[in-house]
């Protein structure tokens, strides 16, 4: 099996070449695709200056879907990995994609974080969601059968944040699998604002993509109906605590009260204009079919 790994990336040169190099010694033989876009730090030429960088794309647009779509129309093998140019693959993770896509549409591993603390890892997700079983999959490790990410038609490109949690749902949509091999790991070796830094969710994003998804996966229904006020629910009670401690504002807390309303409403509009446009089991009408525009420019070394 011939495996593609897509690196999508912006802004973040030193990191990417860090994971690049990672690609490198561990899967030598994967052809890599660097999909730019659009980064102002020398990502461009960094990455034109290797040897160990089969495509270089760049596109125009900032949202990571895009990317990933862009990554996936020029890739050449019959098995595609996404890794995030902020992670560094294990020296086991390419056999331990390949082992689990001779038994599974899509493969996917853990995420070692070592932080101030000790080392963090994941460990599978899964949910019941009406009569489907989802398993869902890190986008930042994750493998495809190429025919699957075909038959998904690549990621839906409306969405700004949890793209990969929307293919999952569509993925247990035609009864495709997901294998959690923990030894297709990948390590980031840095602490992230979300480590402990300032909460800077957009509840706005959150709230219209988590509507979006489950309305245009499952139908306006009282399961995604619950499934989101239980959501916005949890939130409200934190941030009212936070507010409490002193720790937040009211004003703070009413402001994210109106993002996540107005988000449910846009993304339940938008999700159930998608689920129209979209009956077939694939529920992707911004996929990568959709449109051939997405790359400003193309490096091809193969």
């Known amino acids: 099996m011939e495996l593609s790994v897509v690196v999508p990336t912006l802004n973040s040169r030193d990191q990417l070449a860090a994971s690049l190099d990672a690609l490198a010694a561990t899967a030598p033989d ?20 290797r040897d160990d960088v089969d495509v270089l794309v760049e596109v125009s647009a900032r949202t990571l879907n895009v990317t990933r779509n862009a990554g996936i129309e020029v890739a050449s093998g019959d098995a595609i990995a996404f890794v995030g140019n902020d992670l560094l693959v294990e020296e086991t993770w390419g056999d331990a994609i390949l082992d689990g896509l001779d038994e599974a549409d899509v493969v996917t591993g853990p ?7 000790g080392m963090t890892t994941e460990t599978p997700e899964h949910r019941r969601i009406r009569d489907r079983d989802v398993t869902y999959f890190n986008g930042g490790n994750v493998a495809f059968r190429a025919e699957t990410l075909s038959k998904l038609d690549g990621f839906d490109e409306y969405l700004e944040t949890g793209g ?44 219209r993509a988590l509507a979006y998804r489950l309305v245009k996966n499952y139908g306006l229904r009282p399961t995604t109906v619950r499934r989101t006020l239980s959501h916005a629910g949890s939130d409200a009670y934190s941030a009212a605590r936070d507010v409490v401690r002193g720790e937040a504002t009211p004003t703070r807390w009413v402001g994210n009260g109106r993002d996540v309303t107005v988000g ?3 993304g339940t509009s938008d999700g159930l204009v998608a689920r129209a446009r979209d009956r077939s089991a694939t529920r992707n009408p911004h996929g990568v079919s959709k449109r051939a525009d997405r790359a400003v420019a193309r490096y091809d070394w193969r």
């Open 264 to 266: 449910i409403s846009m």
């Open 164 to 207: 990969a949690r929307d293919a999952a749902h569509r993925l247990s949509g035609f009864g495709g699998t997901v294998s959690w091999q923990p030894k297709a790991c990948v390590r980031r070796e840095y602490e992230t604002e979300a480590d402990g830094g300032t909460d800077r969710r957009d509840y706005h994003w959150k709230y």
């Open 111 to 117: 995420t070692h974080q070592t932080l101030r603390a």
């Open 30 to 49: 994967a052809e890599v695709i660097v999909v730019n876009g659009p980064s102002a730090d020398g990502t461009t030429g960094m990455v034109r200056d």
